[in-house]
């Protein structure tokens, strides 16, 4: 096999990955928005972080790749929290908010 052969094709599947996981970031935001909403938090920024990924085992015993992203979120407006929320493939597995101030006004 020739090197710019070879070269096209890592390039290929590097697009093809960057591609899958920029749609599974769209999910874990929108996700991580309508949590924040049900929650009656603002999210910041409206942004998502990448933290790391790793493979774990879903429902069906498969491994599968799973990515933690983390966010940040306001209850009164004066305060920022933490949170991150775990994909598990195309799917969310887990999101975690810090303990915060309820707004009681």
Not at 7 to 25: G, M, P, S
Not at 74 to 94: E, K, P, Q
Request: glycine share 4%; with cysteine; aromatic share 12%.
């Amino acid at each position: 096999m020739s090197i710019p052969l070879l070269l096209t094709l890592v390039i290929f599947l590097a697009a093809i990955h960057w591609n899958k996981a920029e749609k599974i970031k769209e999910i874990a935001i929108k996700a991580t928005r309508d949590h924040c909403h049900a929650m009656q938090v603002l999210m910041l920024d409206d942004y998502i972080a990448f933290k790391c990924f790793s493979f774990k085992r879903g429902r069906n015993g498969k491994r599968q790749l799973r990515r933690d992203y983390s966010f940040e979120f306001t209850s009164t407006g004066d305060d920022r929290y933490n949170g991150r929320i775990t994909m598990l493939g195309a799917r969310v597995d887990s999101i975690y908010m810090e303990p915060y101030r309820i707004n009681t006004d």
